[in-house]
């Protein structure tokens, strides 16, 4: 069993800053990639940034420049800075880990999401 819980999320004005982190804890034997998406009210869910155990990262278009994803390999934790945040950017936030077990299944694990609210 594997959770993620997701903080950070929240209201903000347009230009303002916010960071999200995420969790993972239960039977992990390690992470490969971790990953934040989005999903806006009548819009598919789409990937945000994701970062592999060994820092490599990868951004959308619409994040790059702005958000920055990194992660503590230790507390099997991945936070999402983002700043120069858009009324285009309010969305769910929902935090995805590739978990390894320690009973060495591969689970793909989603946090509950995080509401963030960019005002104009």
């Known amino acids: 069993q594997v959770q993620l819980v997701e903080s950070g999320g929240g209201l903000v004005q347009a230009g303002g800053s916010l960071r999200l982190s995420c969790a993972a804890s239960?039977?992990?034997?390690?992470?490969?990639?971790m990953g934040w998406y989005r999903q806006a009210p009548g819009k598919q869910r789409e990937l945000v940034a994701d970062?592999?155990?060994?820092?490599?990262?990868n951004y959308a278009d619409s994040a790059k420049g702005r958000f920055t994803i990194s992660r503590d390999n230790a507390k099997n934790t991945v936070y999402l800075q983002m700043n120069s945040l858009k009324p285009e950017d309010t969305a769910v936030y929902s935090c995805?880990?590739?978990?390894?077990?320690?009973?060495?299944?591969?689970?793909?694990?989603w946090g509950q999401g995080t509401q963030v609210t960019v005002s104009s």
């Open positions: 970062i592999t155990s060994g820092s490599s990262t």
């Open positions: 239960g039977n992990i034997f390690s992470i490969n990639v």
């Open positions: 995805n880990a590739d978990v390894l077990t320690i009973a060495r299944v591969i689970v793909d694990s």
